[in-house]
């Protein structure tokens, strides 16, 4: 798990926005593969008074320091080093234009023993995780896609009710065994949406929604908007994850959803407000390992896809072996856990490939969203379920009692 420590001399001439900085460094290390999102432990500290070993006492620094578990390849280590000085590069250009300061990043091991014992002090019995983004849309429209049923449908779930106002409810559902339901528990027209699980949900082995109530606490989504720069910065925090192995793979699955799900609305607000999306879309549960998996559905007898660059906004192909050709460019890449891009053409839309780990096995779902009666969801649905079950055959039943 890494903790992240960013310092900066009092006379830093940048003057960023240090929470987005940080977001941004939290991202950078999910996209090496390495890292669970919200695994990333960061501070800020402002020095008012430094001196750099050169002597200079007007040059400026951002320095980083980044703990990891000990054990970690140096080749990784170089990784996150590069990402990290890539971040604080563009948060801070003025720092060492000219030669006024520097910016530096070192990677240390944080002893596996030391974090333990500091884990099991904290002890606290819920986690929470924050997201933030912003829509070239007014926030009437962004309120609405987010309240209204109607327009919940085209972006996020493929079945949604809600009943509005405080003490209302939403449920958002895909198929039977994919449904969420919630109290509403704060109401604010165009500034502020709660919604409240009394008993959290999350998933299970057969990749089903479950209760569970291990953590005596309710599960929490809490959605703000502000205006910004003629659009709206939304901003979402989920709470009350509980802790171990279960509760790790649901903040993992739902931290790399939210990132997709965020896009998606961006997508539909700033390209398709006010169209109707259809949907097609097929899952599979193994208990082969996720590594596997993901080889697997990223081959040749799989959904066989090509990209200029394992990054979000680079191009990529799919050509399927069920037979569906795809292009676009990617809205988010997790490696090893999900893809997720925008599909070139008029009917725009998104594919998406994604895996995550729920009691010891791999859930999976291959999907295609589009906003033109053009694109063939259906056929590629029926396409994708025939490859899915040929890139994972039934298991045959537990002969265990």
């Known amino acids: 798990m890494p903790h992240l420590l960013l310092e900066l001399s009092a006379n830093v001439p940048d003057r960023p926005d240090l929470r987005r900085v940080l977001l941004d460094?939290?991202?950078?290390?999910?996209?090496?593969?390495?890292?669970?999102?919200?695994?990333?432990?960061?501070?800020?500290?402002?020095?008012?008074?430094?001196?750099?070993?050169?002597?200079?006492?007007?040059?400026?620094?951002?320095?980083?320091?980044?703990?990891?578990?000990?054990?970690?390849?140096?080749?990784?280590?170089?990784?996150?080093?590069?990402?990290?000085?890539?971040v604080l590069k563009a948060a801070f250009p003025g720092t060492v234009a000219g030669g006024r300061g520097s910016l530096s990043v070192e990677v240390r091991d944080l002893h596996r023993a030391s974090y333990q014992r500091v884990r099991a002090e904290e002890g606290?019995?819920?986690?929470?995780?924050?997201?933030?983004?912003?829509?070239?849309?007014?926030?009437?429209?962004?309120?609405?896609?987010?309240?209204?049923?109607?327009?919940?449908?085209?972006?996020?779930?493929?079945?949604?009710?809600?009943?509005?106002?405080?003490?209302?409810?939403?449920?958002?559902?895909?198929?039977?065994?994919?449904?969420?339901?919630?109290?509403?528990?704060?109401?604010?027209?165009?500034?502020?949406?709660?919604l409240v699980q009394d008993v959290p949900q999350r998933f299970d082995a057969d990749g089903k929604t479950v209760e569970d109530r291990s953590t005596g606490e309710p599960m929490s989504l809490d959605v703000t908007l502000a205006e910004r720069e003629g659009g709206t910065r939304v901003?979402?925090?989920?709470?009350?994850f509980g802790h171990g192995p279960a509760w790790d793979d649901e903040v993992e699955a739902t931290s790399v959803g939210w990132r997709h799900e965020l896009s998606a609305l961006e997508l539909y607000l700033e390209k398709?407000?006010?169209?109707?999306?259809?949907?097609?879309w097929a899952t599979a549960s193994t208990a082969l390992p996720r590594e596997e998996v993901w080889r697997r559905l990223l081959s040749s007898d799989g959904f066989d896809l090509e990209a200029d660059r394992l990054e979000k906004g680079a191009r990529f192909r799919v050509a399927a072996a069920g037979g569906d050709?795809?292009?676009?460019?990617?809205?988010e890449v997790f490696p090893g856990q999900e893809v997720s891009g925008e599909l070139d053409g008029p009917g725009g839309g998104i594919f998406r490939l994604s895996t995550h780990r729920a009691g010891g096995r791999t859930g999976l779902f291959a999907w295609l969203s589009a906003y033109s009666p053009d694109v063939d969801v259906e056929g590629f649905a029926s396409r994708a379920r025939a490859l899915l079950r040929r890139l994972f055959p039934p298991e045959p039943p537990d002969p265990r009692p």
């Open 272 to 280: 398709h407000r006010g169209k109707d999306r259809r949907v097609g």
């Open 325 to 331: 050709r795809l292009a676009g460019r990617f809205l």
């Open 235 to 240: 901003t979402l925090v989920h709470s009350g």
């Open 124 to 194: 606290p019995r819920t986690r929470s995780t924050r997201f933030e983004v912003d829509v070239d849309a007014p926030l009437e429209a962004v309120w609405k896609a987010l309240t209204e049923a109607g327009e919940l449908v085209r972006w996020f779930p493929m079945r949604a009710e809600v009943v509005p106002g405080p003490g209302g409810s939403v449920l958002w559902a895909w198929g039977e065994a994919w449904e969420w339901r919630h109290r509403i528990g704060a109401w604010e027209p165009y500034r502020r949406l709660t």
């Open 25 to 86: 460094l939290h991202e950078a290390l999910a996209k090496t593969g390495e890292f669970r999102l919200l695994d990333v432990k960061s501070r800020v500290v402002r020095h008012e008074v430094a001196a750099l070993g050169d002597g200079a006492p007007d040059r400026a620094f951002a320095a980083l320091t980044i703990a990891i578990l000990e054990g970690r390849s140096d080749e990784l280590k170089a990784r996150v080093a590069a990402e990290a000085l890539a």
